[in-house]
């Protein structure tokens, strides 16, 4: 495969992916706000969804219809999801021979839906058909790509897009949550309701919430739910999923050759069993430098990938 | 005027062109019927629903072009389709096919001599000064042979019916000719839209087109037996990007840009995540001019440097060939018959329209006296831009055309103006069904011993009344064209 083209597919699946992190994070923080336990909650969510998306607004600017525009349809924010299926359709168009007709339809038709979306109705009354809607696309975009692509070095640049997206998302939600927790005064700090909202947002927002209640079977608490989209290597929303999946993708396009220690191969495995073999006690002692550790980790990554298999 | 109700409209055919569904005194040609029964039962509903699901179909499918413009977002358009397909039966076709391989064979060696002895222009068949003074013969191709002696592979013959019912060849294309995807793409889009009527006709199939391509661009490799075969594209903004990323995939060979290539050693390789691999065989869609800034634009960016010499060196075969263009300008389509005589020996099977050379003085006399009467072109520009339809024009106009002319004599020629026959097509809007002009791009592979005719083409329409430009930048759609 063309070098240009698996840079190009490389990011319409990180493109793609933060598309589906944007919406679900979305939807979700925007709607447990109305019955969240304190007053000021709606513009703690309405930060909340800034950094998610690390995008800032200047005080006057800052209300919730410029947020919401801003997240979804604002094309000079580069991480609004109009922005985003723009760029992954660029790519995928771009790869047009590459990839399956019904990937492109799927991906295609998703774009129109977005530059045909009524924005006003979107930020008065329709946020939650316009961000369940992406999510359901995504989906079926996924869901093509699997089903109807060769499982070759293709699929598997594609997929480590996403798997490497998917990582830097999950730090990402968590990180901005526990600056929202530790935002709050001082008294809510301790509040256990406000802290299990939070946390319920946080997980639902990595569509996590159901299975870790079902495999912790009792009342959430941070620590189960940071060890579970954090070091659960079965459930596929967790950093270490991604990141073991991310190895064998790695795998499978390198498969001609040796493995050598400066190369992204080697990297990602060193990365992946460091991960592995941490627990969440140790994670926990010092979250924030955990998580920015982490992220540079992934950056790391990524980068490295492109050095090796496609620089531009 | 007569008034018909073939569609549960009145279609109102034409009397002064030739009517491809009705004939003079108002009867549906015999190979329209089972069409015309079939339409016979739909409403004005059911055709605007037809519209609408063609048009939803290449919209879900991304089959655009794109309109040049700075604006990448807002510049992508549907291809306007009509869905009443174009019918011509296979003995019409089979002689228009004919027609269509003597003439591009007989173009094929008109370049090889060109290239080589120049015997045509010693024997003073076709003027000296028309082909030095062509901008599009290039002397580096002196004496080159290319792999099968083969020039012209993929050749887009222009065809139109006149007011005299007999077929006229427009425009020889030999350079980089489109279209061929929409023409797969009609296809796709009727059968989902009509299926009915298309088992009942069951029309000739063009589904292998794709399959012979490859044939064809493996059977001019420079001798490998498993050659890899590319398509150079100038990239996702040109507008035939579409088509270009349509027939990488449907042959499934890569689609590069000049960027992915590079040379070595006279020797082409593309750049691939596991370093760089031989290139044997480019489909080109991009022209000379931009094929090697080394040799040609050294400001051009599409194209790859060394290419050029790779191609001379015999290590890489080029399709088509450079310098393929000498032989489709329109002054020496006026030569055609000449052209065709010469080297097949046979007397041509396709018409030529009646041409005026206003590089000479007694064609420059009668077209400068008769403006009003001709259709004045560019000999070097494609796409229908610069064309002067003399009977469309004022006074002042003329008077510029005649201007114009005589400031550059050997770029224009004149021809009668042809009337384009007419087919019923859907008026969108209007919800009728009228009468507009057609024309027919056909395609022609030519490889090492091998050879092929799409069965059909691309038949463009002109949408707007009375308008006889059917090309897609001016406003044209395209039909499904059926054999049967």
């Known amino acids: 495969m063309l070098s240009r083209i698996a840079n190009n597919l490389f990011w319409m699946g990180r493109y793609l992916e933060r598309i ?8 979700v923080n925007y709607f447990s706000a109305m019955d969240a336990p304190i007053v000021l909650q709606k513009d703690l969510m309405l930060h909340s969804l800034l950094k998610m998306n690390g995008k800032g607004l200047a005080i006057n600017e800052f209300n919730e219809q410029n947020v919401l525009q801003c997240l979804s349809f604002d094309k000079e924010n580069p991480s609004s999801i109009i922005s985003n ?48 809607n992406s999510i359901e696309q995504l989906t079926i975009i996924k869901g093509q790509m699997d089903g109807t692509l060769v499982h070759n070095d293709a699929w598997s640049i594609i997929k480590l897009g996403i798997y490497l997206e998917r990582a830097a998302q999950i730090l990402r939600a968590i990180h901005t949550k526990w600056e929202d927790i530790e935002s709050l005064k001082g008294n809510e700090k301790e509040n256990i309701s406000i802290l299990s909202h939070q946390l319920a947002a946080l997980m639902r927002g990595l569509e996590s919430f159901d299975m870790s209640r079902k495999h912790y079977r009792r009342p959430p608490n941070l620590h189960d739910s940071l060890e579970f989209i954090l070091l659960n290597d079965r459930f596929p ?33 060193k990365i992946y069993a460091r991960l592995k073999h941490l627990t969440i006690e140790e994670i926990t002692e010092d979250l924030p430098t955990f998580i920015n550790k982490t992220q540079y980790d992934i950056y790391l990554i990524g980068a490295k990938l492109e ?3 496609f620089p531009l | 005027m007569e008034h018909n109700k073939f569609f549960n409209f009145e279609y109102q055919a034409s009397s002064e062109n030739y009517d491809e569904f009705v004939s003079s005194d108002n009867i549906v040609r015999a190979h329209y019927d089972p069409l015309s029964a079939q339409f016979a039962q739909y409403k004005t509903e059911h055709y605007q629903k037809f519209n609408e699901e063609a048009k939803l179909v290449f919209f879900n499918e991304g089959i655009t ?121 009609n296809r796709n889009t009727l059968k989902k839209t009509l299926p009915k009527l298309f088992s009942k006709c069951q029309p000739q199939p063009i589904i292998n087109y794709p399959e012979k391509l490859l044939e064809m661009l493996q059977s001019v490799s420079p001798g490998n037996s498993h050659p890899n075969c590319v ?91 450079p310098g393929t263009g000498v032989a489709d300008d329109k002054a020496v389509y006026a030569y055609m018959p000449e052209i065709i005589k010469y080297y097949v020996g046979e007397e041509q099977i ?34 229908g831009y610069g064309i002067s339809i003399g009977n469309t024009l004022s006074k002042e106009q003329i008077k510029e055309v005649q201007l114009q002319i005589q400031q550059n004599r050997r770029k224009y020629i004149a021809q009668p103006i042809m009337s384009l026959s007419v087919h019923p097509t859907y008026i969108e809007g209007e919800d009728t069904i009228d009468a507009r002009h057609i024309d027919l791009r056909t395609f022609c592979l030519l490889g090492k011993s091998t050879e092929y005719v799409l069965p059909g083409g691309l038949t463009r329409v002109a949408l707007k009344k009375g308008n006889l430009i059917v090309n897609s930048s001016q406003g044209g759609g395209s039909k499904d064209t059926w054999v049967i």
């Open chain 1, 307 to 309: 050095e090796e298999y």
């Open chain 2, 65 to 185: 072009f794109a309109v040049y413009s700075d604006n990448p977002l807002g510049s992508e358009k549907i291809f306007p389709f009509d869905f009443i397909p174009r019918i011509i039966p296979a003995n019409e076709w089979n002689s228009i096919e004919k027609g269509i391989v003597q003439r591009n064979r007989a173009i094929n060696e008109f370049l090889k001599d060109l290239y080589h002895g120049k015997k045509i222009l010693k024997d003073g068949i076709v003027p000296k000064e028309l082909i030095y003074s062509s901008a599009n013969m290039l002397s580096v191709m002196e004496g080159f042979d290319p792999i099968g002696g083969i020039y012209n592979h993929i050749s887009g013959t222009d065809i139109i019916r006149h007011s005299d019912g007999e077929y006229y060849v427009l425009e020889d294309n030999v350079r980089c000719p489109s279209g061929v995807s929409y023409v797969l793409a």
């Open chain 2, 350 to 383: 396709l018409k030529n329209v009646p041409t005026y050379r206003c590089g000479e003085d007694d064609d420059l006399k009668y077209v400068l006296e008769n403006i009003e009467k001709l259709v004045v072109k560019p000999v070097d520009e494609s796409g």
């Open chain 1, 85 to 132: 299926i723009i760029f992954a359709r660029e790519n995928a168009r771009g790869a047009r021979d590459i990839i399956s007709t019904e990937l492109w339809e799927s991906i295609n038709k998703y774009y129109h839906f977005v530059l045909n979306y009524d924005q006003e109705s979107y930020r008065t009354t329709a946020l939650y058909d316009f961000t369940q």
């Open chain 1, 20 to 27: 589906e992190h944007t919406a679900r994070y979305t939807k």
């Open chain 2, 231 to 321: 398509v150079l594209s100038p990239g996702m903004y040109n507008s035939a990007y579409f088509e270009h990323s349509f027939l990488a995939q449907s042959m499934g060979v890569e689609l590069v840009e000049g960027r992915d290539l590079f040379v070595k050693n006279d020797v082409v390789y593309m750049k691939t995540i596991h370093g760089s691999q031989r290139v044997h065989v480019i489909y080109r869609r991009i022209d000379d001019p931009f094929l090697d800034p080394l040799l040609f634009n050294p400001d051009s960016v599409l194209g790859t440097p060394g290419l050029m010499s790779a191609y001379l060196a015999g290590n890489v075969t080029l399709v088509n060939a």
């Open chain 1, 237 to 269: 929303r967790s950093v270490l999923s991604c990141l073991r999946k991310v190895t064998q993708q790695i795998h499978v396009i390198s498969a001609a050759k040796s493995l050598t220690k400066d190369s992204v191969e080697f990297l990602a495995n």
